[in-house]
């Protein structure tokens, strides 16, 4: 089909973009992470997109709000860059915002 990527293509270029980025110790998550990530949802347990949403959801994943692409300050800064979510706001709605695609929903479920 015309205007079409192929699938391959788009495993090329993630493969492509994961090399680049190098491995998750590489990118500071190392036993530091996991220690300061494991108080922090201690101390945050619940998903704030989910409490954005009325719902109360147990927060799994540490969230960078700004990306730190390698940069340490942003990295490390718990009180105004890190927030609590669950693995499917992280995985959908979070990579969706970063990546620019993000469409807000309504209470009724369509597009605003």
């Not at 500071?28 to 220690?35: L, Q």
Request: proline content about 5%; charged content about 35%; overall charge positive.
């Amino acid at each position: 089909m015309v205007g079409m990527p192929e699938p391959l293509d788009r495993k090329a270029r993630q493969r492509e973009h994961d090399a680049k980025r190098g491995s998750a110790r590489e990118r500071g998550y190392n036993t530091r992470w996991e220690k300061a990530r494991k108080t922090y949802l201690m101390r945050n347990p619940l998903c704030v997109m989910c409490q954005k949403e009325g719902r109360v959801t147990a927060a799994t994943v540490v969230d960078h709000i700004i990306p730190h692409k390698g940069d340490t300050r942003l990295f490390w800064d718990t009180e105004n860059n890190w927030q609590a979510l669950c693995k499917p706001h992280h995985d959908r709605d979070k990579q969706r915002e970063e990546r620019g695609r993000f469409q807000a929903i309504g209470e009724d479920g369509w597009p605003l």
